[in-house]
């Protein structure tokens, strides 16, 4: 997989995004918008990992928004959040039964964030989709993308000179870039919004004085 600019710039943005929240947490551990903000940087910087760290870091991600929900149940960006971490991992189990229990556990938190912010849209649309994520699942499993995926986890590991597994791994590397973009592209959106708020830009300079001729 190549990386083009804008990847390069979304991996600094989010990889100071993670350091920034980590430095917070340090001071304020309860701060529950900070480790929602920490796992949402987690879950973009997992799409430019290999299969085995992506899924390290989902599930970094995944422990952090239960302990953000620990501090505040009703956090409802965690909850939707939370449902974006067990859909991408559900996607990359091969068993059908235990993917499909990560999409019913994504279901889950779906619907408690719709409950606590009714009035989303990128909620019930998060909601509609993964009542069809079972089905797509099975797609991939049967046009071979999930065996794809594991030859793409194989792959991570020590480097050979093959060239023939470089193709493999850069094939594998591509799909699993495509299923990751596809499924959590908004939550990169919600934790540039909670970043930027939190971090708001420095004022601009103040015009210069008139000038008198």
């Known amino acids: 997989m190549d990386l083009q600019q804008n990847d390069f710039d979304r991996i600094l943005f989010f990889e100071h995004a993670r350091k920034t929240s980590e430095a917070t947490y340090t001071k304020n551990p309860l701060d529950a918008g900070n480790l929602t903000r920490w796992a949402g940087a987690l879950l973009e910087l997992s799409q430019f990992q290999n299969v085995v760290e992506a899924n390290k870091m989902i599930q970094d991600a995944i422990s952090k928004l239960e302990e953000a929900l620990s501090i505040n149940p009703k956090k409802h960006d965690a909850l939707w959040c939370l449902g974006n971490a067990h859909t991408t991992r559900a996607f990359f189990n091969p068993d059908q039964n235990e993917a499909n229990h990560g999409f019913d556990k994504a279901s889950l938190y779906f619907q408690q964030a719709l409950d ?34 594991m030859e793409a986890a194989a792959a991570a590991g020590p480097s050979t000179s093959s060239g023939a597994k470089a193709t493999k791994k850069s094939k594998s590397s591509d799909l699993k870039y495509d299923i990751f973009g596809w499924i959590i592209l908004a939550v990169g959106i919600v934790a540039w919004l909670g970043f930027a708020k939190s971090h708001p830009p420095p004022p601009p300079p103040p015009p210069p004085p008139p000038r008198f001729s």
């Open 116 to 149: 606590e912010d009714p009035g989303n849209e990128v909620y019930r649309k998060s909601l509609e989709v993964a009542a069809k994520a079972p089905q797509l699942h099975l797609e991939f499993q049967k046009h071979g993308f999930g065996q794809q995926v």
